[in-house]
């Protein structure tokens, strides 16, 4: 089968593909600026490590109804309300710096948690309607593609983050600008998504006869125990991020007394390279399974990560940071792949919800426990601990789902 292009993508895709690297460059803002900013407004590291993970508590909380409901009701409308609700909360953060308005924003928002161009909590019913107008031989590529989309907008919005610090010498907070771009971005996605038609709940006629009954409990079963293993092994996989993700600018800037701006360029490369790293994995999928591509280069991504914390020098961090994440993040969107291909499409959303759910909840729980040891000095120890978990992830997630590759050669052969 021939590696297609961009242009045998279909309309559908390619529009919800223009939404994910929109709002990915707000996200990418987020994630340089949020903690600098309600750091700068008196937040202790325990209250910003607390008011990030409640956001992620209330995605998982959310994430599992929307995946069920969206299999039911269609795809579209939890993902604009996903895109009005994000409005509103920028408005809040353009409009005061209360603390208890700000909290609450950043909670239904999920403001600085890097998820990627993701519209926590109605990420399962993004992914599902992507699913939907993909076949499944061709997700490892389409969805990495799209992965490759999100570090893009995210890597353009860290440069905007550093640049706006130069606002400051007119008085002007960066971070109010910064919620000014996140609300008309968002304004601009939600009609985006107005526009598209499909992602109707799929038809489920005939599942319910007679003779049918038991060949379809067999299928739930089989699907329903492949989903479960996937969300048993992320847990190892979200406590990780969850370390080590949204404390990085405090990180640096409490280590290394690096100032927004070279935070924002580390950053930005970062999420360039992590793009690109998504281009590359949606070739190595192709070629040599995307199973075994995922583990290998989790591997690798896993064992950079010890050598962060022993560096003095913030330019071999940088670089050693900006390889890890690339090599790990890169890897996300044929993981997506894996998460909708699990079961049918009339269920991806959840087979979608149970891996975000796996992943979000042990990843909500992180910023909390690295803001907690941050403030008692330890500024290594989150690092040893996410990278022995993400290793025990890469072996576990290689060992369980081996045999992923060579369903999907045979999805393609009879495509």
Not at 200 to 213: H, L, M
Not at 381 to 400: D, E, T
Request: with cysteine.
């Amino acid at each position: 089968m021939k590696f297609t292009g961009i242009d045998q993508i279909h309309p559908v895709v390619k529009r919800l593909m223009l939404v994910n690297f929109v709002r990915s460059i707000g996200q990418g803002m987020m994630v340089v600026q949020l903690a600098l900013y309600l750091d700068s407004l008196g937040w202790s590291t325990a209250g910003i490590g607390s008011v990030l993970a409640a956001g992620g508590l209330l995605g998982v909380v959310l994430a599992p109804f929307i995946g069920v409901y969206s299999d039911r009701l269609g795809r579209k409308p939890f993902v604009l309300i996903s895109e009005l609700v994000t409005a509103a909360c920028a408005l809040v953060g353009v409009l005061t710096t209360n603390p208890i308005l700000l909290s609450i924003a950043i909670t239904l928002s999920g403001f600085g948690k890097a998820d990627a161009g993701s519209p926590s909590p109605s990420a399962p019913a993004e992914q599902a309607w992507l699913a939907s107008f993909v076949p499944t031989a061709e997700r490892g590529r389409v969805y990495s593609l799209n992965n490759a989309l999100s570090f893009f907008g995210m890597g353009a919005g860290a440069v905007l983050a550093g640049a706006a610090a130069s606002f400051l010498k007119t008085g002007v907070s960066p971070s109010r600008l910064l919620f000014c771009y996140i609300l008309v971005a968002s304004l601009i996605t939600a009609y985006i998504i107005l526009t598209i038609q499909g992602g109707e709940a799929e038809s489920s006629q005939g599942d319910k006869k007679e003779g049918r009954r038991n060949e379809e409990k067999k299928i739930l079963q089989e699907e329903n125990a492949a989903v479960y293993k996937l969300a048993a092994i992320n847990i190892l996989n979200g406590i990780a991020i969850g370390l080590t993700g949204p404390m990085m600018s405090y990180w640096f800037s409490a280590k290394f007394g690096a100032s927004p701006a070279q935070i924002g360029s580390t950053l930005a490369v970062t999420f360039f390279t992590t793009g690109a790293t998504s281009i590359l994995q949606a070739r190595l999928s192709h070629n040599h399974g995307t199973i075994r591509s995922i583990v290998f280069i989790r591997f690798i991504g896993s064992l950079l990560l010890i050598l962060m914390p022993l560096l003095s020098s913030y330019a071999l961090v940088s670089v050693i940071y900006i390889l890890r994440t690339a090599l790990n993040r890169g890897t996300q969107g044929a993981q997506q792949a894996l998460s909708v291909s699990l079961t049918r499409n009339k269920r991806s959303g959840f087979a979608s919800s149970i891996n975000l759910f796996s992943m979000k909840l042990p990843t909500s729980i992180g910023p909390y426990i690295t803001g907690y040891l941050f403030g008692l000095g330890s500024l290594s120890l989150p690092f040893y601990i996410a990278s022995c978990l993400q290793l025990s992830f890469a072996y576990l997630y290689g060992r369980i789902f081996s045999t992923y590759d060579i369903r999907m050669k045979s999805h393609a052969s009879s495509g």
